[in-house]
């Protein structure tokens, strides 16, 4: 599902005009990401959440030519599914 046929499906389904509901997902994407900008954790129940780590800097390997590359130290955002969200895909 890509952002565009969100908004579509929750102007639909919602019955609301395709701006409100664009206006809508953008809100709480944004949310969402300076919420993890603050270093706090996102968590929608029956969904999962969203949270970061910090990665160590390391010592890593081009792999093209085998050369060893410095690799800064770094936050990456993960995503743990919720329970719900687990049983419904293995279903």
Do not use: Y
């Not at 929750?10 to 603050?38: C, H, W, Y």
């Not at 968590?43 to 030519?65: H, I």
């Amino acid at each position: 599902m890509t952002k565009s046929s969100l908004i579509k499906a929750i102007s639909s389904q919602l019955e609301m005009p395709l701006k409100e509901a664009d206006v809508a997902v953008n809100t709480i994407f944004d949310t969402m990401g300076a919420s993890l900008d603050r270093g706090d954790r996102v968590e929608l129940r029956g969904f999962g959440s969203f949270g970061l780590k910090d990665r160590q800097s390391r010592d890593g390997r081009n792999p093209k030519t085998g050369e060893k590359v410095h690799v800064d130290a770094k936050r990456v955002s993960f995503f743990k599914p919720g329970r719900e969200l687990r049983r419904r895909v293995d279903a």
